[in-house]
């Protein structure tokens, strides 16, 4: 392990890169989809988005992720499975080899643009891409200088992106041709092997979420709108929970769909765009999404009616994890610039696989802490490599795949905003009801935005709660357009016995996998099964 910076210098390597006339700097969406289609990545859809598609990797693939281990890692970095150290010296010389095989390209595209849409905390990020159609997905998904701050643009974090550079895990270190790798102390994202445009916009928010925490703001995996009376709400969720479409609500005004910083002044969104799940998509269910896919937007993966180029939005012969990047500005009456003030409710977004857990919750600040480390959800098919059908899971905070530090920075981070502006959690299965995957159903999104909304809007402030006896949560008894039956999951199973064998299963998994985290009491006692009102 390397403490001190080796010889080379990777800021001069790569200015040395952009020196090349074959290089494309700052390109509007016009002229990249025209370079896209004459170069042949890429084809143009009914609707007017660009389609791309990823091939092999149709999805993340979190195993082929590392960080550079040295001096300014070794001792903040949460080393493990998610986070995997990478000698630096293999990634010098990897870094050499990809800005080689750069230099013999024909043509590169670049985009100067920034993370982060408070300029407080924002971060300037220089992304050098072999495919047009990945230049055009970065701008539409992150936050677009203006030309007044070009002049001056200097990038503090470098994505140098060679979808076609194959690792050779012998040499290089890596565990296979594919490789995410983030080094803080040259300031760079590697990545090579995949054509998965989404591992840009992941691996700039496991940067800031190794950043922003030591400027006392909270990054949160977490989408955000706020109301016409100026109220804020947040919704974690991983992939697949409903981030996206629940904020993406008619009556609200969008902040953001996936990545938030909470800070002193309130919440700002870390992208300038939105990565909407296509799959199923319809304009009646989800009208501001379908309308937001047009020209300037980027399809991923959508199969296209080859004589009209009309997309198939249901057809899940690449893969179900079908997406499209848009600028958030694409969605009527978008927030801009994507910032809003501290929320009082917080909505924690699951999607139940056992079909167990009730549709909405009210919880305590005790069990507001403990969903919140557990972050309960399903992998939903496709958003990885190799999963096929939703499969239960722990992701710690609603984030692990993307969190550096240790859960416990991000759990007193999330506890101390909520006791400074007295915000309220909530938590919402979006999942199956009925019975587990396979049995019951997937949650109405009708109910669940009714759900969300009255919870929101204090709707839920003067009505009756009952303590669910499976988990020891505080359900409502009714809800605005909500039927009564939607309210207990317990009713709905035909089986009662079945119900009660799976609750109980989920207990057990919340409480093995809890058995990680080093927790005061009454926090482990919040758990399902143990918690009281």
Same mark, same amino acid.
């Given at each position: 392990m390397s403490q001190t910076l080796p010889a080379i210098d990777a800021t001069s390597a790569l200015e040395t890169l952009l020196k090349s006339s074959k290089v494309h700097r700052n390109l509007?969406? &016009?002229?990249?989809?025209?370079?896209?289609? @004459? @170069? #042949?990545?890429?084809?143009?859809?009914?609707?007017?988005?660009?389609? #791309?598609? $990823?091939?092999?990797?149709? %999805? *993340?693939?979190?195993?082929?992720?590392?960080? !550079?281990?040295?001096?300014?890692?070794?001792?903040?970095?949460h080393w493990g499975d998610v986070n995997q150290a990478f000698d630096s010296e293999k990634f010098d010389a990897l870094f050499e080899r990809v800005l080689e095989f750069m230099r013999r390209r024909d043509e590169l595209f670049v985009q100067d643009l920034y993370s982060g849409a408070d300029s407080r905390? *924002?971060?300037?990020? @220089?992304?050098?891409?072999q495919y047009a159609w990945h230049n055009l997905f970065v701008r539409a998904l992150f936050i677009r200088p203006t030309a007044e701050e070009l002049n001056t643009y200097q990038p503090e974090f470098t994505i140098l992106s060679a979808p076609e550079f194959l690792a050779d895990p012998q040499r290089? #270190?890596?565990?296979?041709?594919?490789?995410?790798? !983030?080094?803080? $102390? *040259?300031?760079?994202?590697?990545?090579? %092997?995949? +054509?998965?445009?989404?591992?840009? +916009?992941?691996?700039?928010?496991?940067?800031?979420?190794?950043?922003?925490?030591?400027?006392?703001?909270?990054?949160?995996?977490?989408?955000?709108?706020?109301? +016409? +009376?100026g109220e804020t709400a947040i919704f974690f969720g991983l992939s697949g929970t409903g981030k996206t479409t629940l904020s993406a609500d008619p009556e609200r005004l969008l902040i953001g769909?996936?990545?938030? /910083?909470?800070?002193?002044?309130?919440?700002?969104?870390?992208?300038? /765009?939105?990565?909407?799940?296509?799959?199923?998509?319809?304009?009646?269910?989800?009208?501001?999404?379908?309308?937001?896919?047009?020209f300037g937007s980027v399809l991923e993966n959508v199969t296209l009616a080859p004589d009209t180029r009309v997309p198939d939005y249901t057809d899940t012969s690449r893969t179900e994890n079908t997406?499209?990047?848009?600028?958030?500005?694409?969605?009527?009456?978008? !927030?801009?610039?994507s910032v809003g003030g501290h929320p009082k409710n917080i909505i924690f977004l699951t999607a139940d696989a056992f079909g167990v857990l009730p549709p909405i919750s009210r919880l305590?600040?005790?069990?507001?802490?403990y969903h919140f480390l557990s972050g309960y959800t399903a992998k939903v098919a496709g958003?990885?490599?190799g999963v096929k059908e939703p499969q239960p899971n722990f992701s710690t905070c609603f984030a692990s795949p993307f969190l550096p530090l240790r859960p416990k920075v991000y759990a007193e981070l999330l506890g101390r905003r909520m006791r400074e502006h007295s915000a309220q959690c909530w938590l919402v299965n979006t999942g199956w009801f009925?019975?587990?995957? #396979?049995? /019951? &159903? @997937?949650?109405?999104?009708?109910?669940?935005?009714?759900? !969300?909304?009255a919870a929101i809007e204090g709707k839920l402030n003067d009505v009756p709660f009952e303590t669910d006896p499976a988990f020891g949560l505080s359900i409502p008894t009714s809800v605005p357009g909500v039927p009564p039956e939607f309210l207990r999951a317990r009713d709905a199973w035909s089986d009662k016995a079945a119900y009660d064998k799976a609750a109980a299963d989920l207990s057990a998994r919340f409480a093995k996998n809890f058995e990680r985290f080093d927790v005061p009491q009454n926090i482990r006692d919040a758990g399902p099964g143990r918690s009281k009102r």
């Open positions: 509007h969406s &016009s002229l990249l989809v025209e370079h896209a289609i @004459r @170069r #042949g990545e890429a084809l143009l859809a009914d609707n007017g988005a660009l389609v #791309g598609y $990823t091939g092999k990797f149709t %999805g *993340r693939t979190p195993k082929d992720k590392f960080t !550079v281990k040295d001096s300014v890692t070794t001792d903040l970095v905390y *924002r971060l300037p990020v @220089r992304i050098i891409n290089d #270190g890596t565990r296979s041709e594919a490789f995410i790798i !983030v080094n803080f $102390t *040259r300031k760079i994202v590697l990545i090579g %092997g995949t +054509k998965y445009a989404g591992e840009m +916009k992941k691996s700039i928010f496991g940067v800031m979420n190794f950043l922003l925490p030591q400027n006392n703001v909270f990054p949160m995996h977490c989408s955000a709108n706020v109301g +016409k +009376k769909d996936d990545e938030h /910083g909470w800070g002193p002044h309130g919440i700002f969104n870390i992208e300038g /765009g939105c990565y909407a799940k296509c799959i199923g998509l319809s304009k009646q269910m989800e009208p501001q999404i379908w309308n937001a896919i047009r997406r499209c990047a848009y600028p958030v500005d694409y969605i009527e009456g978008a !927030v801009i610039p305590n600040p005790e069990q507001a802490m958003t990885e490599a009925g019975g587990p995957y #396979g049995v /019951g &159903s @997937r949650m109405k999104l009708a109910y669940t935005r009714a759900m !969300v909304n």
